[in-house]
């Protein structure tokens, strides 16, 4: 069983950057397929962003494109996201996903128990 702790989760002004981290635990996670996905207040959990499992492909959420990035350090058996220019409207809770599968990206098997991201103005 892999269990996914999510950290680095906080306010922010609009513009700032946040960083997310995802450390899995149970069993090396390598040879899945990681993400993130969101949540905002009253709307359904949203697709943000997957990376293959050596770190070389990425895909990304159109709202997320060129300011968010995907990354994972299998040694570390961790999962980054580096939010930049962060708008109001990612303000979320943010999830940790392990082994997405669908095509668009919106089932995993393992899941975190979300980090809380606030951007004001």
């Known amino acids: 069983q892999v269990q996914l702790v999510e950290s680095g989760g906080g306010s922010v002004q609009a513009g700032g950057s946040l960083r997310l981290s995802c450390a899995a635990s149970?069993?090396?996670?390598?040879?899945?397929?990681m993400g993130w996905f969101r949540q905002a207040p009253g709307k359904d959990r949203t697709f943000v962003a997957i990376v293959s499992q050596s770190g070389g492909s990425t895909l990304y959420a159109d709202s997320v494109k060129g300011r968010f990035t995907i990354s994972r350090d299998n040694a570390k058996n961790t999962v980054y996201l580096q939010m930049n220019s962060l708008k109001l409207e990612d303000t979320a809770v943010y999830y940790c996903?392990?082994?997405?599968?669908?095509?668009?990206?919106?089932?995993?098997?393992?899941w975190g128990q979300g980090t809380q991201v606030t951007v004001s103005s």
């Open positions: 996903a392990g082994d997405v599968h669908g095509a668009p990206p919106t089932r995993a098997n393992y």
């Open positions: 149970g069993r090396t996670v390598s040879g899945y397929v």
